[in-house]
């Protein structure tokens, strides 16, 4: 059997047409030019038969573009929960034709560069720089040269590159708004962050907007938080340990913690301290971790978009590529993508003993 590569003329031969009628079919501009149905399935029909395939090579040398985009993360690929965010640009990528480069840098700067500059030396048709936190970034010199986007990360400087992150403010809200609607309105302690809008670790930007978030919903229904516990890490241990630390001066009605697993920390403390979650103490998290599902009793959690915000990466890159890169857009536009509310069985109304205290 021969191992000659099918040509576009070998599908023109065996469907009767010239090689520009074949070319145009099969680029998907048949009919925007009057080609018959009839001609169009027998091209169609003869390039199955044969199984076509276009030399990319030479259809990015007609086109200017080579069909592929490259994606540099610091450690979203050996993160099992980050790590939906390639799947959902994994998959926008090919619903488009194109095919998805993907560096890893450990946070290294220098490999990061050395990565961007490998795919730019590919030609891709643009970048996606992504963090597994939302975090800041200097953004490389090297990214000018194509079209970029930042994922889960803004950055540092001023820049016109569009930033996609998780829409953490409203987060802050709905976490807040849950317990407000389940009938708290005192005994609310932060758990990782806060009281105060500046009391969050360094870097933090998911905490900083959290914590408006948490404090502007409050504050429009005339609650105030009643205390919070920095936490330099968001581990279990430190979710216990600041619980606990709670716990020896006062009795919360209900804790906001910053994330899932301060979360567990937290149900750790209370149980030491024989308080049961929620008939006693309310409990409403982030990040939609897979522990909160097996926490008992379910943690209601506020969930990070990780497949979304791949997916919407992708498409604002996109934007990016049809613009004109000599004229870039000079914003810097921010995609706040929504976290959905995960309700489990974390939150309940205060009981009695709690409203009359």
């Known amino acids: 059997m021969s191992s000659r590569r099918v040509t576009l003329a070998d599908v023109a031969k065996a469907a009767g047409v010239s090689r520009p009628t074949a070319s145009l079919v099969l680029s998907g501009r048949g009919r925007e030019l009057r080609i018959s149905q ?29 069909r592929t985009i490259g994606f540099v993360s610091d450690t979203v690929a050996t993160s099992r929960l980050a790590g939906d965010m390639i799947k959902g640009a994994l998959e926008a990528a090919r619903e488009r034709g194109i095919m998805l480069f993907i560096g890893e840098t450990e946070g290294d700067a220098e490999l990061e560069r050395l990565l961007l500059q490998a795919m730019l030396d ?16 200097k ?30 403010i409203e987060a802050g809200r709905c976490a807040a708004r849950v317990l407000l609607e389940a009938g708290h309105r005192d005994g609310i302690y932060l758990i990782g962050a806060g009281p105060g809008l500046r009391q969050f670790p360094p870097g933090g930007v998911a905490a900083m907007e959290r914590l408006r978030g948490i404090r502007e919903t409050l504050g429009e229904a005339g609650v105030r938080v009643a205390g919070g516990r920095l936490c330099d890490d968001w581990q279990p241990e430190y979710g216990l340990a600041a619980t606990r630390a709670l716990l020896e001066s006062t009795r919360p009605h209900a804790l906001i913690c910053f994330n899932d697993r301060l979360a567990l920390g937290a149900y750790q403390a209370l149980d030491d301290f024989g308080l049961k979650v929620p008939a ?44 004109d890169h000599a004229d870039p857009d000079p914003k810097g536009e921010v995609h706040r993508v929504p976290m959905p509310l995960r309700s489990r069985e974390s939150i309940a109304p205060p009981s009695a003993a709690d409203s009359v205290s």
């Open 139 to 168: 953004v490389p010199k090297v990214v000018a040269a194509a079209p970029a986007v930042l994922l889960n990360a803004l950055s540092k400087q001023p820049t016109h590159l569009p930033s996609v992150i998780p829409d953490e």
């Open 280 to 323: 006693d103490v309310s409990v409403v998290s982030f990040d939609d971790h897979p522990i909160a599902a097996w926490m008992r009793p379910k943690l209601t959690t506020v969930a990070l978009p990780h497949y979304e915000l791949g997916r919407k990466a992708v498409g604002v890159l996109f934007t990016q590529i049809g613009r």
């Open 38 to 66: 009839d001609v169009e399935q027998r091209v169609l029909r003869a390039a199955d038969e044969l199984q076509y395939r276009p030399n990319i090579v030479s259809v990015g040398l007609r086109t200017g573009t080579t």
């Open 122 to 137: 590919r030609q891709v048709d643009g970048l996606i720089l992504a963090s597994m936190f939302t975090t800041t970034i």
